[in-house]
């Protein structure tokens, strides 16, 4: 067929896809602004520009149906099913195993890690299961000496490789199958791709339990560097003091306003108010909290002796160093339900809450702001922090199960709740598979159950929902819609069939799929996935084609994030806890899309044959 010649509208969709496509790989431009602005963009231009030709008509209100579309709501659902999981602990027992099992054999639990991490991505969103394991597999690392590098990446790419093997694995999964129906194709069910997923998960997992950890290179946490701790200390004044005699606010301005006075003790036992105007007196203690080299300069400007807290008789010296007695260390990683998620520590009031000192932030993408004032920084999905404060701190906000703490322990939050919690995932996913009730069905009774069992509190739940997802959801599917109405999928899919014209059927379906896993790397997965899935459509058509097959090579190669830190959320986070760089992600991610597409363009038209019947 010749290549159909667009209107005007056509391409005004195919720039600003392009346009869309460019703002989400922009890291200074919030996802969820970027959705906005181009969905904007789509209802302001149909309306003032109406499109009408050919008796098919696109009206501007039909853009806003991404919203209540039936795939939107299973992926909310199933966030909201999974946040019940995680918050009831109900994932605990196993991860008490893998933890049990990792002391007695590191590489079979490496092994057993993966196939377990795979598995349940198939069922369940993947970040609560990486989230899970992080901490798990970090404590391993430290007790079998192996580096956690070596362990992370493999275990985040098994939850991926793992999630495209069902409908609902993913949301990109979700919405192929939920568009390929609009588009007049049969429904997918639960497990009628399961097998090509599973066998080329199954290599997957073998190149990541024996090749993956050797092309790792040994790399140490963005923050494995302790210091600058922070101690805590007492500064005695004594008649030659410049403090005797002043008033509080006189030292302040003497030291910069730099230190911090926790508490003035006078006497047996007497606790002097820390007002501005408390004149401080001979004798008195002043307990101070700061770095090393900050506190022997306030004793310097000062004219005090510094005194360890637990060791009042001795002053500081070389023999008789600071010591930070009952303090510990702690990562805190910012995940995506977090409360400091793009919130800055001063705003979520972090100090206050949880009675923790942070000493430092770094960034996915290796930018450091240690050093610098970080209670006004904005926090990213995957920013570490260096916390330290008391072991009861600590386990207070780890037991809360709402931040990401990686300390080398193994607690994970635990209810009596989390059987109940599991009976009714499994009851979703069961019914469903089983073709007894729809996916949409059983996952919407499912989060109506979780919330009246209060396995899930109301809170939670709004907190499962993410504000990013729900819109760049929205949106594509606004631009697929738009895309399919205007003709402009099947000028795309027609311009590609002349390029790829003497090539045989699975060839072309095969570079279909690469194309997916190169655009899924350098933009959002679903974005790719719901642009790519009506132009596979037209494809197949115009090729006289058996569509399934052209269908499931978008929604494989749209899952292969695997080649960029920014591909997926996950790779953010163990890309912060494990200390990797960006070309890792190049060093392990490339081989493994390379396997998976090979692999998956084999054995695809076993199982979907190419031809028609």
């Not at 030292?251 to 230190?259: A, C, F, G, P, S």
């Not at 007894?436 to 159950?449: D, E």
């Not at 809170?459 to 949106?475: E, G």
């Not at 058509?541 to 569509?547: A, I, T, V, W």
Request: overall charge negative; proline content about 6%; some cysteine.
């Amino acid at each position: 067929m010749p290549l159909s010649i667009p209107d005007v509208h056509t391409y005004a969709v195919l720039v600003l896809i392009g346009v869309a496509l460019f703002l989400f790989t922009r890291d200074r431009i919030p996802l969820e602004t970027s959705s906005l602005l181009v969905l904007i963009a789509l209802v302001v231009g149909f309306e003032v520009f109406p499109y009408q030709r050919n008796g098919v008509e696109l009206r501007p209100e039909e853009l806003f149906l991404g919203f209540g579309h039936e795939a939107l709501v299973v992926i909310c659902s199933l966030m909201i099913l999974s946040r019940g999981l995680e918050t009831t602990g109900a994932l605990r027992p196993l991860a008490s195993l893998l933890s049990r099992v990792w002391i007695a054999s590191p590489m079979l639990s490496l092994l057993l890690t993966l196939f377990i991490a795979a598995v349940l991505s198939g069922f369940l969103n993947n970040t609560p299961i990486v989230v899970m394991l992080l901490p798990i597999l970090i404590s391993a690392s430290l007790r079998s000496k192996q580096p956690a590098s070596g362990i992370l990446m493999p275990m985040g790419f098994a939850t991926l490789v793992g999630g495209m093997g069902t409908p609902i694995g993913t949301s990109t999964n979700l919405l192929v199958v939920a568009i390929a129906a609009d588009l007049g194709l049969k429904q997918f069910g639960m497990f009628d791709f399961v097998m090509p997923a599973a066998i080329a998960a199954s290599i997957a997992i073998i190149y990541l339990w024996l090749i993956a950890p050797r092309l790792l290179p040994e790399r140490k946490p963005l923050l494995a560097d302790t210091s600058p701790r922070i101690f805590e200390a007492l500064l005695h004044i004594d008649e030659e003091s410049f403090a005797n005699g002043k008033t509080l606010t006189d030292i302040l301005i003497k030291t910069n306003r730099e230190m911090k006075v926790e508490a003035i003790y006078r006497g047996e036992g007497l606790q002097v108010s820390r007002l501005p105007t408390a004149v401080i007196r001979e004798g008195d203690r002043l307990l101070v909290s700061d770095t090393p080299e900050n506190l022997k300069d306030y004793e310097h400007l000062l004219g005090a002796k510094l005194y360890n807290v637990s060791n009042i008789e001795t002053p500081i010296s070389e023999e008789n160093p600071l010591s930070a007695e009952g303090q510990q260390l702690a990562e805190i990683v910012v995940t995506e339900h977090s409360p400091l998620y793009h919130k800055t520590l001063r705003r979520a009031r972090f100090a206050e809450r949880y009675g923790l000192v942070i000493l430092g932030l770094n960034r996915p993408s290796g930018v450091s702001l240690r050093g610098r004032d970080i209670s006004d920084t904005e926090l990213q999905l995957g920013d570490v922090l260096l916390a330290q404060g008391a072991a009861e701190s600590l386990k207070t906000i780890k037991n809360r199960g709402d931040v990401l703490v990686l300390d080398a322990t193994v607690d994970l939050p635990h209810t009596d709740k989390a059987p109940l919690a599991l009976s009714i995932m499994l009851l979703v996913v069961g019914l469903a598979a089983f073709g007894i009730a729809p996916i949409t069905v059983t996952a919407l009774a499912g989060m109506g159950l979780m919330l009246v069992t209060k396995c899930l509190s109301w809170n939670d739940a709004a907190d499962a929902l993410s504000t990013p997802i729900i819109l760049i959801v929205a949106v594509s599917l606004a631009l697929g819609l738009a895309l399919t109405r205007t003709g402009g999928a099947e000028f795309l899919a027609l311009g590609y069939v002349s390029l790829v014209a003497d090539w045989p059927p699975a060839m072309i379906m095969s570079g279909l799929m690469l194309l997916m896993a190169i655009l899924t790397n350098i933009v959002s997965n679903n974005a790719a996935a719901v642009i790519g899935t009506p132009i596979a459509i037209s494809i197949a058509q115009e090729l006289g084609l058996s569509p399934e097959a052209f269908v499931l090579a978008v929604l494989f190669g749209a899952n292969m994030s695997y080649a960029t830190p920014m591909a997926y959320k996950t790779n953010l986070l163990i890309f912060s806890a494990g200390g990797y760089k960006f070309t890792d992600f190049l060093r392990v991610g490339v081989p493994l899309m390379l396997i998976m597409w090979v692999t998956l363009s084999l054995i695809l038209p076993l199982f979907f044959p190419l031809q028609l019947p």
